[in-house]
């Protein structure tokens, strides 16, 4: 039993030092030139991957992320569904600022429906309660 309890405490201490991921699922429904934006704060280096799948799965839309510091796109990923989008950032990014936004963009002709989801990297529990300190 002792050795159940100290393997829980020990677990439960190193997943809490690890940096939490922020996680944003949406259901959109875009007709022709219509988009959906989403804001994300990022204020330190990881991963933004951004899913998105939909229906017809034959139209093509463009995933696009935009963030600190630049005029134009960090990133862009056209095609049919479903469409992902991967960019590491970094601390010179972080420097830069830490509002970021994915733009999701029918240029398809007709209306489609889907889901969009996007992971991004958020302050964890210690990197929060340093912050404040």
Request: hydrophobic share 40%.
């Amino acid at each position: 039993m002792l050795a159940f309890l100290l393997l829980f405490v020990l677990s439960t201490s190193f997943q809490s030092a690890l940096p939490a991921d922020g996680f944003i699922e949406k259901a959109f429904s875009l007709d022709n030139f219509a988009k959906e934006t989403v804001e994300l704060v990022v204020e330190q280096p990881g991963s933004i991957v951004a899913t998105a799948e939909w229906n017809p799965k034959k139209a093509e839309l463009g995933l696009i992320l935009f963030g600190p510091g630049q005029m134009n796109y960090y990133r862009r990923s056209d095609g049919k569904s479903p469409l992902q989008l991967n960019f590491a950032v970094t601390e010179v990014d972080t420097a830069e600022g830490s509002s970021w936004r994915i733009k999701l963009v029918n240029q398809s002709g007709e209306t489609v429906e889907g889901i969009l989801r996007i992971s991004y990297p958020t302050a964890g529990k210690n990197q929060e309660s340093e912050v404040l300190q």
